[in-house]
């Protein structure tokens, strides 16, 4: 079993619209991390969160520590919002980042 | 400041060869990770060093893999006599201490032929 599981594993939407990317996590953790990585492209770190909510531009990440579950959404989607989106935890203790499987979102214009 | 700088950003080994990967932290960050992306796979943890330390690598092959931290200089991740099975994106990151907000590399794209 994963320690982290993300849903959708893919999900397309079109141009404009709103999508909500989900992470669940089963362990004790001192934050989460959202990240962004274009085909054969490098990882970017869009949020660090703890707790509450956290805005930049278009894209909001929430979590709920109690739930275990965190949420990255994306208003007014656009073609180069197209990228894997992977959510990773940080445990309380241990040395690594477990890590979701990824959400691989294609907008289409 | 300059980001999480790997390199090379792509290499190519024969099978036997050895492969560097280079790892150069944000500057003030002296905690790295090292992950492996195996194609169609998600990231998983190889190493944590820091500087001049080997924290915890339990996520590192036990045979042909090396990782350091030296005082000076970059970290360095060594594939001794590269297999097929190796070709993966290898991923480094760094921080400021442990609890704190990590940054990633552009990676290192190793093929092996």
């Known amino acids: 079993k994963n320690e982290v599981e993300q849903s959708p594993q893919n999900l397309t939407a079109q141009e404009g619209e709103f999508i909500t990317i989900n992470c669940s996590y089963s362990?004790?953790?001192?934050?989460l991390h959202w990240l962004q990585q274009h085909p054969g492209g490098g990882i970017v770190s869009l949020f660090m969160l703890s707790s509450g909510k956290k805005k930049h531009g278009r894209l909001i990440a929430t979590i709920n520590i109690q739930e275990k579950h965190s949420s990255l959404h994306i208003t007014a989607s656009h073609p180069r919002d197209s990228a894997v989106y992977i959510c990773?935890?940080?445990?309380?203790?241990?040395?690594?980042?477990?890590f979701g499987t990824g959400t691989s979102l294609t907008v289409i214009p | 400041n300059a980001g999480v700088m790997q390199n090379p950003r792509h290499l190519v080994r024969r099978r036997g060869q050895e492969a560097r990967l280079r790892c150069s932290p944000m500057?003030?960050?002296?905690?790295v990770y090292w992950y492996r992306q195996l194609p169609e796979e998600g990231l998983k943890f190889m190493v944590y060093l820091q500087k001049e330390n080997i924290i915890d690598e339990s996520g590192m092959p036990k045979e042909r893999f090396s990782a350091e931290f030296p005082k000076e200089g970059p970290s360095i991740l060594r594939i001794q006599q590269v297999v097929r099975g190796d070709s993966a994106a290898y991923f480094c990151a760094s921080s400021v201490i442990r609890d704190t907000e990590a940054f990633f590399g552009q990676g290192t794209r190793l093929t092996v032929v």
């Open positions: 500057k003030g960050h002296s905690h």
């Open positions: 362990v004790g953790i001192s934050a």
């Open positions: 990773a935890a940080y445990p309380n203790t241990g040395n690594q980042f477990y």
